[in-house]
């Protein structure tokens, strides 16, 4: 997605220890402007395929969920990171190690919304190693509603995460695939 | 807003401790189309004011900000409740008690993100005891910018966060204010 690529390599900064921090427009402040324009661009690629449900994850992925959500016209549940005294009763849980924070933690989702029937598209803002994604997977195949693919904003090609969620036999589709990054020149390689 | 109060009527659940329990539509589940028409309606009420920015707090105000922000044509700022290496420099910081999970925790925004020259719409789901909003308004404050009001989704008119606000002179539009919760009946009661 080339207006994408173009907003990452002129607001995004590399940091180290292969950081690129986009948060002036995708994931602390929020250009709703793009979001929009990637609302667009997942309903372009997944138009050939029903969906009836976004489900994605808090905190930085609820904002792009529900302005892609409006895109198709459906709902938008996100997985919780902590249980809270407002989710009382059965959930779905997974665990979910996360790359940012360096912990371990669980996600859930209430049982009442999602399930047989519910045909799901993933939306997040980072695919890294892969494992938020996978929880959420988890959650959906738990839950026995049919996972229909997955939409990531940012890419990180060179770290595990897009080849194992593709060796599962997911649909991915990744707006933009980040190559490498150097933390020297602040140089950003996308894929082809 | 006449649509929401029917939709809390009808979708809303009623559970001890005067928890209202609207997670199918609201925080957990989000029905995009109502966000739509919260969206708008925001719109009308805010129409009179200069607004460039909006500024709400994670996990579940993100995704109803983000639909209002369409309707203002601006960015969104979350405050983020956990330091993470993502968000390295300088910060404004608030501490926040939390009503839902009975702790303390500090919300922080990033100051490029919000200073002099802004105009700020604060935007959340809930106002119960005041302190999610007190906190975003003293971020706004301590920033330079000027809190221009607040938008709130459901208020709980029988807790001290809305006249705590109101006496503080920021402008407050709860698009719903519930006077009473009744755990035994599951009556809800609105204000006129």
Do not use: W
């Not at 049919?146 to 897009?162: D, P, R, S, T």
């Amino acid at each position: 997605m080339q207006v994408l690529k173009e907003r990452i390599q002129k607001d995004g900064k590399v940091k180290a220890g292969n950081v690129l921090k986009v948060d002036s427009f995708l994931n602390h402040q929020m250009d709703i402007k793009l979001f929009e324009a990637i609302g667009k661009e997942f309903k372009r690629r997944f138009a050939d395929v029903e969906i009836n449900k976004i489900l994605t994850i808090e905190a930085s992925g609820i904002g792009i969920a529900c302005v892609v959500a409006q895109y198709f016209g459906v709902p938008v549940v996100f997985a919780k990171k902590n249980q809270t005294k407002n989710i009382a009763g059965e959930v779905y849980t997974s665990q979910v190690e996360s790359y940012t924070h360096g912990r371990v933690y669980d996600i859930i989702v209430a049982k009442e919304f999602l399930g047989e029937g519910d045909k799901v598209l993933l939306i997040d803002d980072f695919l890294a190693n892969g494992k938020a994604l996978e929880g959420l997977a988890a959650l959906v195949e738990a839950s026995g509603a049919e996972l229909v693919g997955a939409g990531i904003v940012i890419e990180k090609g060179f770290q595990v995460g897009g080849e194992i969620i593709r060796n599962k036999g997911i649909r991915l589709e990744s707006l933009a695939i980040v190559d490498s990054l150097d933390e020297v020149t602040g140089k950003i390689t996308f894929r082809e």
